[in-house]
């Protein structure tokens, strides 16, 4: 789930019974951790890996607050992890991931679907029947086609740029489908590897088996479109309702409002709890004022869920810490080498051996609102993670000037080299790492300039290698985030040289390596997790060994919870974000 992100699921209830008492948190700390059971009272950490503040009340204004706007609104385009949780709100998949807190999370559940699909002894053919009643925002019925049509689009990378391209690699490796909006069929629907032989029926039939292929159908980009409501470019400004909430209405970078979908009917969906009437989205580009508002009340929650800031981190854990959770996140935060600005292998290695570890850590605020230093790029809680493996001897803490010296000898720029790092305009606290990284290559001679990007137009600036390459972006400061809980949901788009897109690029340092795609090709189609495990294990040596990346931390967040906030609890299947459809507010 990207950056960003990015990266997400959940869904389901049956937090609390009717006659469970509504409490409120409270400003002050009511306890060192807030366990009181899964539906503890509010209190610090009340909400990690348990539910607080249960109920079932309907009703009121669920507010969120941004720093940062979505990607893209488009279910097909979407990618930051905020997205994928808030998408929920609006759009529906065949099959979801359970509303739960912590690990329970990931399980996936029917949606759409009466059940999680039916799959053949090969893992070849998976076949679903949609539920009855299932409808769009006009009450007309969601058919097998609609859900068709919306895989379909994601071939369309030159119209919608973005999004995750799982389903297109699982089902067309050659790419011989050229997307809807190229599709010569009468019905555009010309995708062969997807049947809709009646409307209640649809079937996938895969090229070779894919371990993973149930969690990409629990994606946002597995969601239903329908043909008449599609505005090819500009749907993500407008959506077409699936869920329990519809679009009222939307100003790109200042606010946004769902209301209730009134042709949702909830007895097709036992994943979301659709509580309050409306949920409102306010953007600002000051993130201590959105970090000042939230501690006064005025909104609910951070929707990008990066953690409140230095300046207003100390009052929040000193005044208000019931209202305070910190959880360990999916995420890790690195810097990445694009290899058409910076080819040579020694120079990177000289960057990576020449960056203050702690210093880094500090900058992203230390080991609590930080995370702890990362030495690979793999999250621990993936099968094949080994957070101890430490090629660089990153875990040290301080930089190796001696092996970064004699790197930049071998890469024939004994006094240094020149080159830019990239950096989303609104996220201070990844300004604040750029910096830090900056000073500490200024050592050993590396004079790296900072370029401020608009995060905004991420797909089509750091996600546009022409436009990394014409920029001269040596390094790309990022976070990732696992698409689902594999190596593959983490890795792939990272490091899988057949992900390098033109625009929506997530292979920053596009990595084409025979190796690691063979080894990639081995693993999906391991049934065994453990054995797919020690496959991702070697990737990630493979990818150690390039030099690509430089991870900062395994990322933690102390996040905001508002008073008026019920049924509040993070998911690992979002990477330690809140489940989003499952928030209620005292009114």
């Known amino acids: 789930m990207m950056s ?47 539910v607080a503040n249960a109920s079932d009340k309907k009703g009121g204004e669920l507010k969120f607050i941004g720093s940062q706007e979505a990607d893209s609104w488009d279910p097909q385009r979407g990618y930051y992890g905020f997205v994928w949780d808030f998408a929920r709100y609006y759009t529906r998949q065949l099959v979801t991931f359970k509303a739960e807190p912590g690990a329970a999370s990931t399980e996936l559940v029917p949606d759409l679907a009466t059940d999680a699909g039916k799959v053949s002894a090969d893992g070849l053919t998976y076949t679903f029947t949609l539920k009855d009643g299932v409808t769009w925002e006009d009450g007309k019925p969601i058919t097998s086609k609609d859900i068709k049509y919306g895989i379909e689009r994601i071939w369309a990378q030159d119209v919608i740029s973005g999004g995750p391209i799982y389903l297109q690699q699982v089902l067309d490796p050659k790419n011989e489908y050229k997307g809807p909006y190229k599709d010569t069929t009468p019905d555009k629907l010309g995708l062969k590897a997807i049947e809709t032989p009646d409307d209640k029926t649809i079937i996938f039939k895969l090229p070779v088996a894919n371990g993973d292929f149930l969690q990409m159908l629990a994606m946002p980009a597995a969601s239903p479109v329908r043909q008449d409501k599609d505005t090819k470019a500009k749907y993500g400004l407008k959506p077409f309702s699936s869920g329990p909430y519809k679009w009222e209405s939307y100003t790109p970078n200042k606010s946004m409002k769902l209301v209730r979908n009134d042709k949702w009917d909830a007895k097709t969906d036992t994943i979301r709890k659709a509580l309050p009437d409306k949920i409102s989205v306010t953007f600002t580009t000051n993130a201590d004022d959105m970090d000042n508002r939230l501690i006064e009340g005025e909104y609910d929650l951070d929707l990008n869920a990066t953690g409140i800031g230095s300046a207003a981190r100390q009052k929040a854990l000193q005044q208000h810490k019931g209202n305070v959770d910190n959880p360990q996140t999916g995420f890790i935060r690195y810097a990445v080498f694009p290899q058409t600005v910076i080819p040579n292998i020694e120079c990177r290695k000289a960057i990576i051996y020449a960056a203050d570890s702690k210093s880094l850590q500090t ?183 390039a030099a690509v990346y430089l991870p900062f931390t395994h990322e933690k967040n102390i996040i905001w919870r508002s008073s008026r906030l019920t049924n509040v609890y993070t998911a690992d299947a979002y990477n330690g974000r809140y489940d989003y459809a499952s928030l209620g507010v005292v009114k």
């Open 363 to 545: 900058a992203r605020g230390g080991p609590q609102a930080g995370g702890d230093i990362a030495s690979n790029m793999l999250p621990p809680a993936i099968k094949g993670a080994d957070p101890k493996a430490d090629p660089y001897g990153k875990l040290a803490g301080a930089p190796d000037v001696a092996k970064a010296k004699e790197a930049l000898k071998k890469c024939g720029k004994p006094n240094g080299f020149k080159t830019t790092i990239a950096v989303r305009n609104n996220k201070k606290i990844e300004i604040a790492t750029a910096e830090s990284l900056q000073q500490s290559l200024l050592k050993v001679g590396i004079d790296a300039q900072i370029d401020l990007f608009d995060g905004a137009q991420t797909s089509g600036i750091i996600g546009s290698p022409k436009v990394v390459k014409d920029k001269g972006y040596g390094i790309i400061i990022m976070g990732w985030g696992a698409d689902f809980p594999s190596g593959q949901g983490f890795l792939q788009p990272l490091v899988d040289g057949r992900f390098i897109l033109p625009s929506g690029n997530n292979n920053f340092s596009e990595l084409n390596d025979k190796a690691v795609n063979g080894l990639f090709d081995q693993a999906l189609k391991e049934t065994d997790p453990d054995k797919a495990g020690e496959l991702y294990k070697q990737i990630n040596t493979k990818v150690s060994e």
């Open 4 to 50: 960003s992100q990015r990266r997400r699921i959940a869904a389901g209830a049956l937090l609390a019974a009717a006659t469970m008492v509504v409490t409120t948190a409270c400003g002050g700390d009511t306890g060192t951790d807030g366990d009181k059971g899964k539906t503890g009272a509010a209190g610090f950490n009340a909400a990690v890996n348990k």
